[in-house]
């Protein structure tokens, strides 16, 4: 399925959907500004609550001050290349462990490959705890999580920080 849309927070940039599945959208930008995917925090609590030790499965995924779920225990497994939830696998930019406190470690993803596993979290059934009211409006009602979406919405915490 192929469509357009237009993102004025982002200059009136015209977005064409370039790929749809599972409820993912991943928008190619045209015009100017051309770029890389934006990489964005991605927070997973999947540590022992104890001893701070990998449990090898998550129960939280946090995008701070975006988007928190929880759900059903995942399998969770980095190697420094790649990141593994359930059975979502992508490149990982960065990773490190025990950030904030030692339940958490850090991953810096590529906003479609959140996309994607947000996705698959919903798919899998995991709840939307808290959000940005146009996103957890999207993610309960099962509707497409655009990827600008994603990127506008961290562009928006940085600037903020």
């Known amino acids: 399925m192929a469509g357009q849309r237009r993102n004025a927070a982002a200059g009136d940039r015209l977005w064409l959907l370039v790929v749809r599945d599972a409820g993912v959208a991943r928008g190619a930008q045209l015009g100017p500004g051309l770029g890389e995917p934006m990489k964005i925090q991605l927070m997973l609590q999947c540590n022992h609550a104890e001893d701070g030790s990998h449990l090898g499965h998550v ?52 906003s479609h490959d959140l996309a994607q596993l947000l996705m698959g ?15 957890f409006e999207a993610y309960e009602a099962g509707e497409t999580l655009w990827v600008q979406d994603l990127e506008r919405l961290w562009a928006e915490q940085e600037v903020g920080r």
Do not use: K
């Not at 059903?72 to 960065?94: H, K, N, S, W």
């Not at 979290?121 to 996103?135: I, K, P, T, Y």
């Open 121 to 135: 979290l919903r798919g899998q059934g995991w709840q939307v705890n808290e959000a940005e009211s146009g996103l």
């Open 59 to 110: 129960y939280t995924v946090q995008v701070p001050g975006i988007i928190e779920v929880e759900g059903l225990p995942l399998a969770c497994e980095q190697d420094g290349r790649q990141l593994t939830v359930g059975t979502t696998t992508f490149p990982l930019i960065e990773y490190q462990a025990w950030v904030g406190n030692w339940c958490w470690d850090c991953a810096m993803v590529h």
